[in-house]
Every structure is written in C-alpha cells, then in structure tokens.
C-alpha cells in the first residue's frame, strides 16, 4: 500500500501514538501499534471489499464507525479499538453474521480454525436474539476435485470471488441472488479446477470451503505444524507441514498417515499467501511408497538386509574399485529434490573419495504457469548448480550401456523417467552394481541392487536454494520413517566405512562448512536464512 | 425472482440461435466505452428475443463482454427482471408494496390469482398468464396498480381484471395523473405536464426550448453557467439534497480522461413518481438540462439510467433524443459550436438499490448494483474510472428554467436554503392522489388538502413524507414544510417527496410489514448488518403478524435496527431501519397490542396468515 519512501504520518490508536507511511490504513496502522481489529473479508493479498464490517472502529469527530480495512490513516485522527461504541460494533455484526449460520461446529471441519468461532470467543459472547427460522442454502456440494462447498457456512465475503477473478483470473466464483438469499458459487456446470482451487480453502475464514482431501480426516487441534519448503517445484513455495501429532496414541486417523495436509505459509518474495495443488497434495508421497528398509538383491530378488550390511557391501565396492584405480568406472547421479547439505557432503564425499564422475539429475520436467508453478519439478537444482555439479545423468547411462561403468550410485530419481525402461535395465545390467538411495519405491529403485532408504524433505533439516537464487529453511516435521536417514547420514557413515576422515554430525554444522567452502553462501546461517529464506551471492 | 415453468409455448427449444443477434450485439457494444456495460442490455436483448435467459447465454454474453461466466449469472440472479424460466404470454407483475396496499391491491391479487387458478410466482397450465407480485413500480398515483408485460395498468377495478383475462393486449398505459400547483405557486417544472404533444420538439421549442441550452453553450463559460445554478440553491431532488451546483464545481476541469454525465432516471424510492412524469411529459426539457450540466461540468457523453419497468418512459426519451440530434443539439457540434455530447439511454434491470449512485454506476458498468466504498467519490472516480457527475431527472429538469430567469428568481420560489419547487407525488388514502408542485416551503398539510384529503369520515392517522425510507410522521405533525431542513429538524427527512398518506383505518404493523418485506427484498446483500438485518426484521414482523410475537420482539427489533444503522458501505442500511425505529417508537401500543392479543387492534378476527408473495389480509 504505502511505500516505505512517503510520507509519514502519526496518529494515535488506544491512546498509543504511531507512526506510519502515508496511505497506510487503519487496520495497518492498528497492528503496528499492537492493536489487532479483527476482520474477514480483509485479505491483504485481494482488493480491498469493505462488506464483513467486523472491523469497524471510533475514529474521533467521526459521527459513524468506520471500518478499519479501507479507511486511511491520517495526521493527528484519533483511532479507539477497545471503546464501548467499537465493540458493541463488532458484537452487532457477529451476531448478524451468524442468524443464519447452521451453527454446526460439531460437525464442521473448520471447527478449530474458524474466524466466526475465534471471534466470537473474543468479540460476541452475546445472548443470541435470533429466534427465527434459518435460511437453507446448498450444504456438501463438490465444487471440484478439491474443494467442497457449504453455502449455509457462508459469510459472503467474497474472499474467494477475488481470488478467482484477482489471483488465478479464472473467475469461476461468483454471488448469486441478493440480500439474504446470497450465495456464493460457480457458473452452472462448471467446476472449480485451476491448479490454485485449494487456496479459496486457505482464505475463507469460515467451514463453507473445506478441503475435500482433509476434510473429516483429523480434528485441527490433532495438528502440529512445521514450517518447511515446498520440494514440487523450483519455486520452493513457504509451507507449513500438519502432521498428526497425536499419532501414538490416534492411530485411526487416516489409517496411521502423519501428514494430514500441507499450507503455504506467507512469503512476499517467494509465494505470497498462496501454493499451487500440485505441491499442496503431493505430500502424500511422505508417507506412501516409502522405501523403508535397506535392500540387497541376492538371486535376483531384494531382500531386507540391515546398514551394517549394505554400508560394508558399497564400502568395500568402493574401496577395491579405489584400490584397483578404476574410480573412473564409477558414476554418482545426485538429485536436485536433495538439500544443499546432502549434496555438499556428497560433493565432498566423492572428491574425498576420487570418484569425479558425479553429477546431479532433475526429474522430468512439468508444466509452468505465470503465478506459481515452474516446469522444473524439483526444488534445488538451483542449489546443485551452484555447489557445481554438473547436470544429466544421460552420459553416464550411456557409458554404463557401453560397459564403461563398474559402479553407479543414483540417488532419488527414477531414471526411468529420463532414458526410458528398457535403456536403464540394459545399463543396470551392464553394471557390476546399482546402487539406489532414495525415498521411494520406484522402477530404477526395483533394478538395484543395492537400495539405501533416505528421509523424506519433510523429514529433514536442510536447505534448499530456489530458482530464484534464495536459499530456503526445511524443518524436520517428522521423524524419519523405518530406518530411513538423512542423504549426508548415509554418505557420512560411509565415510566411516572406507577411513575418510569425513565426519558430519548434524545439518546445521553441515551448513556452516558450506558457507565457509562455497563462495555464493558465504556470510549465510540458518540464523540469517531465518523463515523467509536469504538470496545467494551472485 | 423464480417461476414456474409450466410453460413450453415460448420455450424457443433446443439451442437459442444466439449467432443471430450478432449484428444487434455489435451496435449495443458500440454504445459504450467498456465493454462489459454492454451486459445489462445484451441480456436484456436476449430475453426480449428468447422469453428467458439460460445458461448458455449467460456464457455467449460474457464472451461478448469479455467477464467470467459467474460474473454474468451475479447479473441475471441479482435483478428481478431476468428471468432463467420462460414466462407467460401475458406477464402479470401487481405491484404489492405498501401504497398499493393502502387502496387494496391484496383484494386484487387474490381477485385474479383465484380467476386464473395459479398462485404468484406461478404460469397458468397454458402459457397464457404468469402471475407476479412485485414491489413498487412507482406508479402510486394508480394504485392499485400493475405491470402487464411492458405496460403500466390501473388503478385496478373489477373491470381492468376481466380485461386483463378476456383481451389482455387491450389493456391501456395508466393515465397520468397531474393535478397542478399547490399554495399559488407558479409551475416551474410541471409547466409542460398538461401541454399536448408537449414530448415532441416542435411544441417544445414553440415554449422556448432549447434557448437554454443555446445560451449556455454559446454565450456563457462553464463556470458562469456552475455560478447561476449555485445562485439558484438548487438542491438534488433525487432525494439526498445536495447542492448542485456544489456537486458541479467538483468536477475536475482538467481531465485526462473522459468526463461523463449521468443522469439518475432509476426512481424507485415507494411513494415516488415524479421522474415518470417528467421523462413522459417533457423529455426534451430532461435532454436541455442534461446539455447545459454536461457543458458545465465539460462532459462529452451523458448515460441516462432509466428504471428497467419504464419501458414507455425509455421509448419517449429515446424519441426525444433522436429528435434533439436531427436538431443539432446532441451530436458532434451541438448548437454549431465545437462541442460534442453524445447521450446513451441505458436500462436497469429490476433493483431499487440502483437509486444509490454507485450502485448505479456498478450497474452502469454491467455488474450487480453493489455501492461502492468512498473516497473516492464519483466526481473524481465514478464510470469507468472517471470523473462523474450524477443528476437526478427532476434536478436537471430544474436547469433550464433556472438560466432562462435567473437563479435568483429560483432560488426565491424556494425556502431556505432549498431553491425553487419540486414535484410532490401523493398517494395513499388521499382522495386525489397524483403529482403537485409547489415551493420547497409548502407544508404538509397544504400538500394534503390539496389531495382532498383522507376519505370522508376518515382521518388520518400517518403520512410517510419522502418515500419509504423516511420516518414517519403522526397527524399531529404535519404542519411541517417539506424543504430539507425542516424535515430534517423534524426527525425526518424530504427524500424523493414521495408522500403516502395513511387514515385511521390503516395498522401500522402491516404498514411496517410492507417497510420491512421491500427493504428484505432490496439489500443488494454486500454488506453484513443491511443483509442480515433487513431479513431478520421481516421475519420478526411476519411472524407478529401471523399472531406469534413475543414480549421481546419490539426492542429486539429496535436493536436490530440500531445495529445495521450507519455500519454499511451506502444508507440503505440506515433507510431499512428508521420506519422500523419510527413505526414503534410512535405506535408502540399498537404493536404491543398485536403481540399481547395475538390480532389487530383494528379488526377483531385473528390475523390470517402473510404469505411473502400474497399480499397479508388480514
């Protein structure tokens, strides 16, 4: 609204003077000045709408309330939040919001995180008058694949119809009817189904849009929230991961799954208030297909086997081909889904070790749009690149095919995907060993003959570095499943394995040798990184 | 407003042949500097030529208009005059607010729901007839009344009944009904209303037409022009009273943008009639005015809004301007001086919240009639973004006698601080209802006896001074004039002067029944307390009527109506709870007799049951 380079003004909010730019408005001006109104239709990422006028507050010499989310501060006005006038205000308008609402919290998924519970509770507390009967509007109607409407719930605010003509600009939402009989809706035989539909869920303030996919799965106080990055892209949109965090003693929930759902978590370089569904409901793969056991093939089949195992099995590999000077057979495909700290000690794991053939795969690319979503599928090529590492598992597969390849470490990415079925099973059988590390099960994981379970992003702590050049916080939201660990974990016990003098203990002091070893992070911590992420050198 | 669709005769079967109004399209698009404005009049277009309005052509509008879908199906939900079901041949909407009532439009929806055998909202089994009851079409001087199709028709007697279903096409446009001066005033703006042929430029410009006009735009600037009309203490007479030349000199003079004029013909306030008549009457003096505001205010293209039901109304102006522009005094050069005016008669669609200027200017723009947040005010963001200014018909009716003689002659017709006349429209229990002008200082009283007064034996018991959404006044406080102020000092206020008289034989609480369903009816639904409220208080008052109040319901409704007053985005709020607020405060005993006896105070058999869309009777 107002840039920092105008105009100041000072006005005074509770008998608290503050300064604010020029434009600034009062609902502004009252959270600077640590007296939060509260609001509905108000979004700061939407036009402003002025309909809910749940944010009406005294304003001196001014004979009516005004309402906070439009009007603009000025010189020397006089704003009160707390007066009898402002809250009788706020009472009057909660109670008008609710006549006609079902009043169904107990069977309402928003239950929990709802605006018209939260304020009640803060501002309403009144002695309902309504003694009529309710309007009847339109209840459980899928509007998409995503999202499932409850008109009754509704309060009008029109957040949603914004955000499909502003956002998305695809205008599938409208108001319908007028007065009392106003409903919110989609066109007639259409459906709500752009790849943002998740969002309206995220900004209706009450139950009448829930999330189909979360929808009755797990009471929200069941939550914890993480706040991590989003990997389905190289935008690396700010998120909070929900788990269930009662899931010791809940198990029922979801059949036993921790992530309930994921939410964009406000960024203003990065994401804004929103994500797309496509990260939105590709958490499912943190607890689906996991591998979950290490694996060794013997006669063709893989069979649970255990790290001590498998570390000795690729140890030794690595050390008769380190012996035998036949480094050069070996190749390392590292994944851009891995965190700047995975690949740094995978970078100094190979050099370490001798192995110079190593270099680092994206998955197949997807469809870009202008808001959001970008074609590259995973969130840190941008931090692979950076570390230096070369980018196309393809030479590799095609020396492996010419029998150029003794050893072929792959990490997380199904080759298949890139050279097709047929071409890989050719190049894994021309290798003495394929070795998979990797987080779920998938065709290049089912033709190795060594399969190292590695955690989940949502299992981590970490970096990873967007497209953009910002480097960007994971938070481990859970622990890591089966005997899945860490990329650098693996590399790290390796290390032991083969004598390398390379020991590492934790993300953190992972990331400070890399800011101290690699030129664009120097200067950065996870302190300065924080939870809205720092820019690269150039 | 939804029918029944028993009807296939004017179902145009499988698909509307839309492609064919493409040609037609393309004209109406040309009219306007932003496509979407053409949304109101394609639909409008598509109905007349298809009897409804479906979905597919709610998506070939938006295409032509360039909006989402949803966007177009808002439009068509949100006015009463789309239908999404075809309706009957003869479309029969009786008008079933309260000055109808006063005069017993209850009796005559029961009369001819009961003759053609279908309740409102429903068509008859042949497709003959559909059957509507609507809220005021401002046409209470013949109340009570209704609209067939496009005509205006009444008062309903028994006689127009057995019209309407033997030949409905012989059914007739309502007389009007102009009774002259009251208190020895001379008529300003009424002087034309009994002249014959007075809409046809010849006769016009036989009375000094157009001199006005001339005048202005070659001999005055605009600022001497904006100077005479504020000498005149010409006030809007559309209802708010704002000062109009006041109004003009806020119109930046310097604009990189278009300036438009536009004039607010969407009278809709209950009890108000006058605009009707001007248009009607003396459209070229509307089209004099509208030349010299628009040279004043340095706009090049006027929009005229005329209310959707004044189908007769819109086909006179739109004569009256193609006249004026075969005369030269609208077009590229008017009165041959390098000055271009383009005027646009655009149609509503059916909501009296278009009355509201921004919500007019929302409609305008072909969207639902939603008023907008101020600042900014239209005069510097109003159409398209650009500075407007908005007139009422019988404000600019005002302009050119004001610069023929002066706005100090004006200014002394007047009273106060309020200039000249205005057009008082009686209703109600008046023995001559029908449309008087007089000084902004006539009292109430004079306006009354003037209309004969209540029925013999009768007296009258209250009197709603300026439309529906003033506050009502008991008998003993009619000596009030009717300038601004005064009513204002009353705890009222002059509005539209739209009056409805009521006489003793009149319960308030129905007359409160009639307040609250219209206002129910209109809240556009935007803001909160105004869409909630104004449905909260019908029902409340429907159920008192019904016999089922209780001891609370009187300040549960006061406070529900204090709680929508001043917290909205436009005044409709507050214009929804003051007959709430003045009903009870100055009839309270009638009210709680209602809720204590479970009947009328006035009749003694129990209250029969109010259905929404049959008139109550009780």
């Known amino acids: 609204m107002a840039d920092a380079t105008s105009k100041q003004i000072t006005l005074t909010v509770d008998g608290k003077p503050i300064t604010v730019p020029d434009g600034t ?43 906070a989310c439009y009007t603009r501060a000025a010189e020397g006005m006089v704003v009160n939040t707390t007066s009898d006038k402002t809250l009788s205000g706020r009472k009057d308008v909660l109670e008008f919001l609710l006549i006609n609402h079902p009043l169904d919290c107990p069977v309402c998924d928003q239950a929990g995180e709802c605006w018209l519970q939260d304020y009640y509770m803060q501002h309403g507390l009144y002695d309902p008058k309504f003694n009529e009967t309710k309007n009847k509007k339109p209840k459980a109607v899928p509007l998409g694949p995503t999202v499932m409407l409850d008109a009754e719930r509704c309060i009008l605010c029109s957040r949603c119809v914004r955000f499909t003509d502003e956002i998305t600009k695809t205008g599938e939402f409208g108001i319908f009817n007028r007065g009392d009989h106003s409903e919110i809706g989609l066109h007639p035989g259409t459906t709500l189904d752009n790849n943002y539909s998740g969002n309206v869920v995220d900004i209706c303030p009450v ?15 069941y939550l914890g929230s993480t706040n991590s990055v989003c990997p389905g892209c190289s935008r690396g949109c700010n998120i909070q991961i929900h788990n269930n965090r009662e899931r010791d003693l809940r198990p029922h929930i979801a059949d036993g799954a921790r992530v309930m759902r994921l939410k964009p978590r406000y960024n203003a370089d990065v994401n804004q208030w929103w994500m797309c569904d496509t990260g939105r409901y590709g958490y499912k793969s943190i607890d689906e297909n996991r591998l979950i056991a290490v694996q060794i093939k013997t006669d063709g089949t893989l069979r649970n086997s255990a790290w001590g195992e498998a570390l000795d099995l690729v140890g030794g590999t690595l050390q008769r081909l380190q012996q035998g000077k036949q480094l050069d057979q070996v190749g390392v495909v590292l994944s851009s889904q891995l965190t700047n700290e995975d690949l740094y000690v ?42 230096g590492i070369t980018e196309g598992a393809q030479p590799l597969l095609e020396k492996a095919a010419k029998k150029q390849l003794r050893l072929l470490i792959v990490f997380t990415q199904d080759l298949t995907e890139i050279v097709g079925d047929a071409q890989l099973r050719g190049a894994a059988n021309a290798l003495e060993q394929l070795i998979f590390i990797g987080t779920n099960t998938n065709k290049t994981a089912e033709l190795a003959h060594v399969v190292l379970p590695s955690t989940v992003y949502a299992e981590k702590d970490g970096t990873f570095t967007n497209f953009q050049g910002r480097v960007q916080r994971l938070n481990a939201a859970l622990s890591p499943l089966g005997e899945a660990r860490a990329e650098w974990e693996i590399l ?20 400070t040798d890399l800011a101290k070893a690699e030129p664009a992070f120097q200067g950065l911590s996870y302190q300065i990184i924080g939870e809205q992420g720092a820019i690269l050198h150039a | 407003m939804q029918h029944t669709a028993h009807s296939t005769q004017h179902t145009v079967s499988g698909r509307f042949p839309l492609e064919s109004l493409a040609a037609e399209a393309q004209a109406i698009l040309a009219k306007y500097e932003q496509r979407r404005a053409a949304t109101l009049p394609l639909l409008r ?38 239908h999404q079901q075809p309706v009957g041949k003869h479309h029969i909407q009786i008008c079933n607010n309260i000055a109808c009532a006063l005069r017993g439009a209850s009796n005559h929806i029961a009369a001819i729901s009961e003759r053609l055998g279908i309740k409102p909202g429903e068509t008859t089994p042949d497709g003959k007839y559909t059957l509507s009851t609507v809220e005021c079409l401002c046409a209470c001087e013949a109340a009570p009344m209704m609209q067939v199709n496009d005509r205006y028709v009444g008062p309903i007697t028994p006689s127009t009944i057995e019209t309407l279903l033997r030949s409905p096409e012989s059914l007739t446009e309502l007389p009007l009904m102009y009774q002259g001066t009251v208190g020895g005033v001379e008529p300003v703006i009424s002087t034309r209303f009994a002249t014959a042929d ?82 009607t009457k003396d459209p070229h003096r509307l089209i004099e005015g509208i030349i010299i505001a628009a040279y004043a205010t340095g706009c090049h293209k006027a929009y005229v809004y005329v209310r959707g039901e004044y189908a007769q109304s819109t086909r006179i102006l739109q004569q009256a301007i193609d006249e004026a522009r075969t005369y030269g005094f609208i077009g590229k050069r008017i009165f041959n001086i390098e000055y271009e005016l383009e005027v646009v008669v655009h149609r509503g669609a059916g909501a009296y919240i278009c009355g509201e200027e921004t919500a007019l200017l929302s409609s305008l723009e072909g969207g639902k009639g939603f008023p907008r947040l101020k600042p900014p005010f239209p005069a510097i ?65 004079q306006l009354i006896e003037a209309a004969g007064g209540v029925g013999d034996g009768r007296a009258i018991k209250a009197v709603i001074p300026g439309g529906i959404s003033a506050k009502i006044l008991r008998a003993d406080e009619i000596d009030v004039r009717m300038d601004f102020d005064s009513l204002l000092a009353a705890g009222t206020m002059a509005g539209s002067a739209g009056i409805i008289v009521m006489d003793d034989t009149t319960c308030m609480l129905k007359a409160l029944w009639y307040a609250s369903k219209f206002f129910g009816h209109e809240s556009c639904g935007q803001c909160s307390p105004c869409r909630e409220g104004t449905g909260w208080i019908f029902k409340i008052v429907d159920r008192i009527m019904k016999g089922e109040g209780r001891p609370q319901d009187l300040d549960n409704l006061l406070g529900i109506s204090q709680g929508m007053e001043g917290r909205t985005i436009c005044v409709f709020a507050d214009a929804a709870a003051w007959p709430v607020q003045s009903y009870i405060m100055k009839f309270r005993d009638e009210f709680e007799f209602h809720i204590r006896e479970k009947r009328c105070n006035l009749s003694d058999h129990r209250p029969q049951t109010p259905d929404i869309r049959m008139a109550a009777i009780h």
């Open chain 2, 198 to 279: 007075a809409e046809k430029i010849d006769t016009y410009l036989r009375d000094e037409g157009y001199q006005a006009a001339r005048k202005a735009v070659t001999e005055m600037t605009s600022d001497q022009v904006i100077a005479e009309v504020t000498k005149s203490n010409l006030r809007g007479l559309g209802g708010a009273g704002f000062p109009t030349g006041k109004k003009w000199s806020f119109i930046p003079k310097q604009s990189a943008k278009l300036k438009y004029l536009v004039v607010n013909a969407d009278e809709g306030e209950p009890g108000t009639i006058k605009d009707r008549y001007i248009i």
């Open chain 2, 381 to 445: 963001e109003g159409l398209f973004g650009s500075p407007t200014v908005i007139n009422n018909v019988e404000t600019l009716a005002c302009v050119p006698p004001i610069l023929r003689k002066g706005g100090e002659w004006f200014s002394k017709l007047g009273f106060g601080k309020a200039g000249g006349t205005r057009l008082f429209s009686l209703s109600g229990h008046v023995k001559k209802p029908g449309l008087y002008e007089a000084s902004q200082g006539v009292t109430l009283r």
């Open chain 1, 207 to 221: 139950g009448a849009l829930t999330d189909r996919d979360f929808r009755f799965k797990c009471r929200v106080w």
């Open chain 1, 25 to 67: 408005t009062i609902l502004q001006a009252c959270e600077k000045a640590g007296s939060p109104v509260p609001f509905y239709c108000y979004h700061p990422g939407l036009s402003i709408a002025g309909n809910c006028r749940i944010c009406l507050v005294e304003v001196a010499n001014t004979p009516k309330l005004q309402i």
């Open chain 1, 492 to 511: 790290s016990a390796l290390a032991t394995t083969l004598n390398l003098n390379l020991t590492f203990t934790d993300a953190p002091s992972i990331f």
């Open chain 2, 45 to 82: 277009l598509i109905q007349e030529r298809f009897g409804s309005i479906t979905i597919e052509a709610e998506q070939w509008v938006a295409q032509q208009v360039g909006v989402a879908p949803s966007h177009v199906h808002e439009v068509v939900t949100f006015y009463s005059l789309f």
């Open chain 1, 346 to 387: 995978a970078k100094r794991f190979f050099t370490t070790l001798g192995v110079t053939q190593v270099v680092f795969q994206r998955p197949k690319a997807g469809a870009s749009d202008a808001l959001l979503l970008q074609a590259d599928r995973s969130p840190n090529a941008k931090g692979a690149q950076t570390l």
